[in-house]
T-cell receptor, first 114, second 113 residues
Framework: DAGVIQSPRHEVTEMGQEVTLRCKPI?????LFWYRQTMMRGLELLIY????????DSGMPEDRFSAKMPNASFSTLKIQPSEPRDSAVYFC????????????FGSGTRLTVV | AQSVTQLDSQVPVFEEAPVELRCNYS??????LFWYVQYPNQGLQLLLK??????LVESINGFEAEFNKSQTSFHLRKPSVHISDTAEYFC???????????FGIGTKLQVIP
């Protein structure tokens, strides 16, 4: 398996623009997580899905953020409109069995909003 | 609720010296414990995990961690570090009743030649 695949690796956009981050989890994993990592706040859980259904989105910072998982092999995280404070590295991770065995992370998307 | 405390934000250590990265957790139920490593510009990778059984767990690259229930700790150790161990290390806790992991803030290990 190629692991968790995220795209793009880097994204630079202007304030106010829409940004879409993409994630392909490991085949067969039934949990998918979106995290944001910054120097100031560390690793923050934004939202997670189980069998394509959002379970907990309490970490989504505000209504500008939305996430979908239309099928077991694809998820998106959208920011509309983007703001400079959204600049961070966004990670997707997937797991089996509620993550008891650990998570597999993607390589991340480094987002810069100017 | 569960929480994780990593006591050191940065740990400099000379090459071939031993190192210990400290991690304490709090939880009212049984826990699963993890250490992840993040190399520059990469995602987190699972280094080792404690699920049950032996309280001493090892990774393939010489790290080990010991689950100490009485002290609620899961410290990571290596007897002799290499330059390639320079990375950020995250301790994490998972309780069976929750469906998500809580991560610590991370400890940056800098190995000095």
């Amino acid at each position: 398996d190629a692991g968790v695949i995220q795209s793009p690796r880097h994204e630079v956009t202007e304030m106010g623009q829409e940004v879409t981050l993409r994630c392909k989890p490991i085949s067969g994993h039934d949990y998918l997580f979106w995290y944001r990592q910054t120097m100031m706040r560390g690793l923050e859980l934004l939202i997670y899905f189980n069998n394509n259904v959002p379970i907990d989105d309490s970490g989504m910072p505000e209504d500008r953020f939305s996430a979908k998982m239309p099928n077991a092999s694809f998820s998106t995280l959208k920011i509309q409109p983007s703001e400079p404070r959204d600049s961070a590295v966004y990670f997707c991770a997937s797991s089996l069995r509620r993550g008891v065995g650990g998570y597999t992370f993607g390589s991340g998307t480094r987002l810069t909003v100017v | 609720a569960q929480s994780v405390t990593q006591l050191d934000s940065q740990v400099p250590v000379f090459e071939e010296a031993p190192v210990e990265l400290r991690c304490n957790y709090s939880s009212s139920v049984s826990v699963y414990l993890f250490w992840y490593v993040q190399y520059p510009n990469q995602g987190l990778q699972l280094l080792l995990k404690y699920l049950s059984g032996s309280t001493l767990v090892e990774s393939i690259n010489g790290f080990e961690a010991e689950f100490n229930k009485s002290q609620t700790s899961f410290h990571l150790r290596k007897p002799s570090v290499h330059i390639s161990d320079t990375a950020e290390y995250f301790c994490a806790v998972h309780t069976g009743g929750y469906q998500k992991v809580t991560f610590g803030i991370g400890t940056k290990l800098q190995v000095i030649p």
